[in-house]
């Protein structure tokens, strides 16, 4: 149980996509007090079906409909202690507008979004409130029979703060152990500089793995990372070291032929088959991707210093193609020679 001093202590999850449920249902199986706050079709698919917990290591937990901790209102959250904020970026604001009319004031609001600006937004609404920003190193897709299948590894990294103390115990049990970290900007520019893949995994319509495992999917990626370490350091921003390797080794790993990557980046690769990246799941149900916030921060980091990122300026552009028309495979050889092309040329938009 999530308590402190014998007094049960709640955790609200507002937004129940991929990742809302799964941290919450998790935290809820392990018998923390929780309530999830989500859209309407959410609930009536976990009202009919409950929810199906799936991982890469072999999880299989059915959690039944009834009793299942969701509400559709905001109001619910009135009675939380701690308020994880899992909407997607665009939706920030709004969330945060939500969240502010009805959390008690000492609530601690944690933003487990990618991207680098999700909790300042939150900040921006939330005057008076204790806003930390968080990073989910694994992925979540929902798959058929209200499954939450969770694909790849690694802990849960939230700023730095001691009220976060309480919580590590009911987080450790959920199987969602917390890491805390001092220097929160770089772990959020380490993490972007693996989301530049997103784009390029929702492009392929392949699962992760079968898309990293081919060279010129990889080249791709090599190209986006590049151009964001140029714009990084010219920014003096020094990315965090998020996945094995160190974030200036990237290009120079994606590049390598593919039985070596594969015999030298064998960790990358541990991902499930069937994981897939949060953009493919937008892309493929038709929404509005995070695009802007990832490969977009580059450009627009790029932008504020009179330089270009053109080759994330064009996948920015071909995702956004690809809201309108729906999702057309992308071989790993068409897109590397399209943002080749552009990267060679001159970025001379504003
Ligand atoms: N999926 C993943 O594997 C990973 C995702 N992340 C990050 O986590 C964040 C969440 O991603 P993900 O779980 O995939 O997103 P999802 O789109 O699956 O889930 C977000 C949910 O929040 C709902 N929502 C949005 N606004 C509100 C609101 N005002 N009130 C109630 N519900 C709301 C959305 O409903 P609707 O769509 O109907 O508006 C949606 O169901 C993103 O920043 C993502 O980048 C990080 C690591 C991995
Ligand atoms: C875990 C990862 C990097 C998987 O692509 C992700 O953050 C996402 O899908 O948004």
């Known amino acids: 149980m999530a308590a402190d001093r014998g007094v049960t202590m709640k955790i609200a999850v507002f937004g129940a996509g991929s990742i809302g449920v799964y941290i919450g249902a998790s ?17 009536r698919q976990i009202a ?60 601690l609001i944690v933003s487990l979004q990618n991207g680098v600006g999700n909790a300042n937004t939150l900040r921006g609404a939330m005057t008076g409130w204790q806003v930390l920003a968080g990073m989910v190193p694994f992925n979540v897709v929902q798959m058929a029979g209200s499954r939450f299948h969770r694909g790849s590894g690694g802990e849960l990294m939230i700023e730095a703060c ?33 989301n530049l893949n997103n784009a390029v995994n929702a492009l392929s319509d392949l699962p992760l793995k079968s898309e990293l495992s081919q060279r010129a999917y990889r080249r791709c990626l090599a190209l986006l990372i590049e151009e964001a370490l140029q ?27 593919d039985s070596l990557f594969k015999r030298i980046a064998a960790a990358m690769l541990k991902i499930d088959p069937e994981a897939r990246s949060s953009m493919w799941e937008d892309l493929r149900a038709g929404r509005r991707t995070e695009v802007d916030y990832l490969n977009g921060a580059i450009v627009c ?4 210093l009179g330089k270009g990122a053109p ?40």
Not at 81 to 102: F, H, N
Not at 182 to 190: K, V
Not at 301 to 304: I, P, R, V, Y
């Open 162 to 194: 001691a009220r976060l103390e309480q919580w590590h115990a009911i987080f450790s049990e959920a199987g969602l152990p917390i890491q805390q970290c001092h220097d929160f900007a770089a772990i959020q520019w380490g993490k972007l500089l693996l």
């Open 301 to 304: 980091l790029a932008q504020s």
């Open 48 to 107: 009919s079906q409950g929810v199906l917990l799936t991982d890469l290591d072999g999880r299989r937990q059915q959690l039944e409909a009834h009793d299942f901790p969701y509400d559709e209102n905001p109001s619910a959250l009135a009675a939380a202690d701690l308020i994880l904020v899992t909407v997607k970026s665009a939706d920030s604001a709004a969330a945060a507008v939500a969240i502010a009319q009805y959390a008690k004031p000492e609530a």
């Open 231 to 257: 714009v990084l350091r010219a920014a003096g921003i020094r990315p965090a070291k998020i996945a094995k390797v160190a974030p200036q080794f990237l290009p120079m790993l994606l590049r390598l032929p």
């Open 27 to 43: 935290l809820y199986a392990a018998g923390a007090d929780v309530v999830m706050i989500g859209r309407a079709r959410m609930h």
């Open 311 to 350: 080759a994330n300026r064009h996948i920015v552009a071909l995702i956004h193609a690809a809201e309108g028309t729906g999702l057309q495979p992308l071989s790993g050889e068409a897109l590397y020679l399209d943002l080749q092309s552009r990267a060679l040329q001159s970025d001379t938009e504003p």
